[in-house]
């Protein structure tokens, strides 16, 4: 079976410092990975996604992620924040036929 | 480009009264197709994913119904809300494992 974690439901960051959000995936063979975003009373937009490439994967806005094997890791990071980036954060991963199963979510606040 | 449309976007229903959520695709063929559910703070439930015309796979065991009479719309359904059934509906699609799911802007369903 297959699982996403995101540690803190709720983190909040000061105006141009780093942005962390954490996600863990248990799986039991290597996944596809995605971060995505969420803006009140809208859909889901994608971010970044990780599939077996390169580790370190840049996505929209100027956030990246890094798969970490060792670690079953894919936190989320943004060197500094903006005002709009305050939205609701999700961890997903993908399997065989391709079911998305997603964390509980992070409400990212940005303070200014 | 690929695009989802749901309708409506809001949606208030007494108990007891039947549901019918609409999902249309344009711009793909033989999607995988996905019906989502957010709760406050619960994150984004699978409900029903479909493979293929009138193939369903449901995760949960639950009130609702979903069919999939055309290639490009899936249907949610139900025959009597509950007020449990309260929340924030999300169709999705995706194409082959690895490529990510894209959203419609979801519906946002009270049951009163």
């Known amino acids: 079976a297959q699982s996403v974690t995101q540690l803190g439901s709720h983190v909040s960051v000061s105006e141009g410092a780093l942005v962390l959000l954490r996600c863990n995936y248990s799986?039991?063979?290597?996944?596809?990975l995605f971060w995505y975003v969420q803006y009140p009373n809208q859909g889901l937009q994608l971010l970044l996604k990780?599939?077996?490439?390169?580790?370190l994967v840049k996505g929209i806005n100027g956030f990246e992620a890094e798969f970490k094997k060792s670690e079953t890791s894919f936190h989320l990071t943004k060197p500094s924040a903006h005002m709009s980036d305050a939205a609701e954060y999700f961890c997903?991963?993908?399997?065989?036929?391709?079911?998305?199963?997603f964390g509980t979510g992070t409400s990212l606040t940005v303070i200014p | 480009s690929q695009t989802i449309h749901q309708w409506p976007a809001t949606l208030v229903q007494p108990v007891g009264s039947p549901l019918s959520l609409e999902c249309t695709v344009e711009?793909?063929?033989?999607?995988?197709l996905y019906w989502y559910r957010q709760a406050a703070g619960r994150g984004l439930q699978l409900l029903f994913y479909s493979v293929g015309i009138g193939q369903i796979s449901s995760e949960v065991p639950q009130n609702l119904s979903a069919s999939r009479p055309q290639d490009r719309q899936f249907i949610l359904s139900s025959k009597k809300l509950l007020l449990s059934d309260s929340g924030f509906y999300l169709c999705?699609?995706?194409?082959?494992?690895?490529?990510?799911?894209?959203f419609g802007q979801g519906t946002r369903l009270t049951v009163v």
């Open positions: 711009g793909t063929s033989n999607p995988n």
């Open positions: 990780y599939t077996s490439a390169a580790t």
């Open positions: 799986s039991s063979v290597p996944p596809y």
């Open positions: 997903a991963v993908s399997l065989a036929g391709n079911q998305f199963y």
């Open positions: 999705a699609l995706a194409g082959i494992l690895g490529t990510e799911a894209f």
